[in-house]
């Protein structure tokens, strides 16, 4: 199975700073690209890749998957719809706070950290589609 997701530039300039919005089978996720959304992109499929291949994360971080990676995994297994769309261009000195603002402003359960020492074997299986 292949990271697959539909894609809406918004007409936002893809190559400065930028929020983008990840809606993964209605689940929604917001990020910051501080040099454009190609990088984002490439580590995205990446990531869901390599989950898919049953790959960590990284060799130094293997359990690094984040909420958003599991979720991107899951809509893959269970063939839902994922779609990336570039949300607005902001300034590099206010991205953060846009972000943040973002996320408050959709109420993104993707952006939510992990609990504090679990690890990622502790979650249920991407498989399951409660997962993440």
Not at 68 to 83: C, D, P
Not at 86 to 97: F, G, S, W
Request: net charge positive; with cysteine.
């Amino acid at each position: 199975m292949d990271f697959q997701f539909e894609f809406d530039c918004n007409g936002v300039d893809g190559s400065r700073p930028l929020l983008y919005l990840w809606d993964v089978g209605g689940r929604l996720y917001i990020g910051k690209a501080s040099r454009g959304s190609k990088r984002s992109l490439k580590h995205y499929a990446r990531n869901v890749s390599r989950l898919l291949a049953g790959q960590p994360y990284r060799r130094g971080k293997p359990n690094g998957f984040r909420k958003v990676h599991l979720a991107m995994q899951a809509a893959v297994l269970q063939s839902q719809r994922i779609r990336l769309v570039l949300l607005k261009n902001v300034e590099l000195a206010r991205i953060n706070e846009e972000e943040l603002t973002a996320i408050k402003q959709y109420g993104c359960e993707l952006n939510e950290q992990w609990p504090r020492g679990c690890l990622l074997t502790q979650w249920p299986s991407a498989r399951d589609a409660s997962a993440a």
